[in-house]
């Protein structure tokens, strides 16, 4: 079994539960040949044995994570209207992060691996 699933099919909101599900599925298009794992509680998705992306769902909000804090400082405006720390990026089930932001930002963090 992959590590990421029961972390997934243990979120008891199902709209989350798809939420993050959706999320894992584009970051796999975006970031081919990704290896999973759970770091630190994490799921989080590797590349060449460099934490790349991770995900997981807080209690107030679901969190995207680049493993870089540098990544958001190159969308200043795209991020504005989003809650965030240096780190990490908070959305909800009703305001997912839009697939080409997505995109973006991994092809900015991957640029370093």
């Given at each position: 079994m992959n590590p990421i699933d029961p972390y997934i099919t243990n979120i008891e909101n199902p709209k989350e539960r798809l939420a993050l599900e959706n999320l894992r599925k584009t970051l796999h298009e975006l970031i081919p040949g990704a290896t999973e794992c759970i770091s630190y509680g994490v799921p989080?998705?590797?590349l060449h044995w460099k934490w790349v992306a991770g995900f997981a769902r807080c209690k107030n909000?679901?969190?995207f994570f680049p493993f870089s804090g540098s990544i958001f400082e190159y969308f200043p405006e795209e991020i504005k209207d989003w809650k965030h720390t240096k780190s990490s990026l908070h959305f909800t089930v009703e305001k997912p992060i839009p697939k080409?932001?997505?995109?973006k930002m991994m092809q900015k963090r991957l640029e370093s691996v």
């Open positions: 989080t998705l590797k909000h679901l969190s080409d932001f997505l995109k």
